[in-house]
Structures are given as structure tokens and as C-alpha cells.
């Protein structure tokens, strides 16, 4: 998924994950790091992880040559926004996240908008899964025809403003994109490319197949 210097992958804990996709999808050439429960995830995917990061209050520490940082229960961040952080500290330049998505709700919202310290770094990060890919942008971007069928956009943290979308099944033309707006789901590429524009704020993008 690309080719970089530093590429950070962290796997997180999220329950019930497709093995398959994680053995098929995780760069093994990458930096990986476990988020705490992430590290049985890695183990059912047979990934060896370089770094292990938790608190260990969702599963033991594991007994394991891997290295590992470990933080008290009680703290700000959570474990995979600790990997986060870690990643950005050791100057990656890509993060990918998997197992993020599915579980609690909370755990899912969180990572989805722990993205933004990527963001605000200027590291590309995207959370991966067998249906959905999700980022974050704060830049104008074109998509194109892909094994996604859908592609939908929210504004995250404030209105998006200027939002013009040009070569999709549904178009916008400096349309002021609230966060409380559903009008940007489910939006499919017309012809081969989409282009995407706006003048301030930040889009989550959210590539999804049924």
C-alpha cells in the first residue's frame, strides 16, 4: 500500500477481526506495533509485532521477545493513541491502523478521530479494514475507480466550507459541509476520476463496500 521509508503499521484490538485480510493486508515490511489486546490479533494473523504498547488491562502482558512500553491504566491517551504517538515520535512518514473498527463504539470513534495528530504531523494515516478504508483530509484529493464501491465525506471538528465535488454520481459546488450533515454518504465515482476541493476545514473520507 504504497512505498515509504518509515511506514508504521499498528495493529489494535478491536474483537472479531477477518484473519484472512490481516495476513493478506499487513505490510510485513513495515514497523509494526501491537496496541495492547492488539497483540492477540497479531497472533491469531501469525504477525510479529516490533513493539507492543498498553496499559495490559485488557489482556495480560505477553511473554514475548518483542519490545514493550508499558503505561499505567490511568492515563490520558489511549493504547492505540499511544502507538500513534509513538509512531509519529519514531518519524514515520505513513501510518496504517487495523483492527480499529468493530468492538466498543467509543473505541471506534476515538481511533477514527485520533487520526488528526497524523494529520496535524503531516503523515498520511488511514484505518483499514476488509470493507473500509477511512482518512482524513485537509488538502483538496482526487479518488479514483477502485474496489471500493462508495465513498462518503463528513466534516470533522467544524463545517467544511467551498466543498466542490466534480465527476461523482452525486456533485457539490462550494456547498458548506456541516458535521451534522449525511449528504456526503454514499457517493460513487462517475466515470474514472473524482476531485475533490475545498477551502478550509477537515474531511473524513470514508471508502466502503457493503
Do not use: W
Not at 474483537?15 to 509494526?32: C, H, M, T
Not at 468493530?102 to 473505541?107: L, M, Q, T, V
Not at 478504508?133 to 465513498?151: G, Y
Amino acid at each position: 500500500m504504497g512505498n515509504f521509508k518509515m511506514k508504521v503499521t499498528i495493529i489494535a484490538g478491536a474483537p472479531g477481526q477477518d484473519v484472512r485480510f490481516l495476513k493478506d493486508n499487513v505490510d510485513r515490511n513495515s514497523f509494526i506495533i501491537a496496541a495492547d489486546s492488539g497483540y492477540l490479533n497479531c497472533v491469531s494473523a501469525g504477525i510479529v509485532p516490533d513493539l507492543i504498547i498498553g496499559d495490559f488491562d485488557s489482556s495480560k502482558r505477553p511473554e514475548t521477545s518483542a519490545a514493550i512500553m508499558q503505561f499505567p491504566s490511568v492515563k490520558n491517551d489511549t493504547d492505540t493513541f499511544c502507538c500513534i504517538k509513538e509512531a509519529v515520535k519514531r518519524g514515520a512518514d505513513a501510518v496504517e491502523i487495523f483492527c480499529a473498527l468493530g468492538g466498543r463504539a467509543d473505541h471506534t470513534l476515538s481511533n477514527i478521530v485520533n487520526l488528526e495528530y497524523c494529520l496535524r504531523n503531516n503523515i498520511p494515516a488511514s484505518i483499514i479494514s476488509e470493507k473500509s478504508v477511512l482518512s482524513l483530509h485537509k488538502t483538496a484529493f482526487s479518488l479514483e475507480k477502485s474496489n471500493f464501491k462508495f465513498f462518503s465525506l463528513f466534516a470533522l471538528g467544524g463545517p467544511v466550507q467551498g466543498l466542490c465535488i466534480r465527476g461523482a454520481a452525486y456533485e457539490l459546488d462550494h456547498f458548506t459541509l456541516s458535521p451534522f450533515d449525511s449528504i456526503g454518504q454514499s457517493n460513487e465515482v462517475k466515470n474514472s476520476t473524482v476531485n475533490i476541493d475545498f477551502v478550509s476545514g477537515v474531511l473524513l473520507l470514508v471508502l466502503s463496500n457493503d
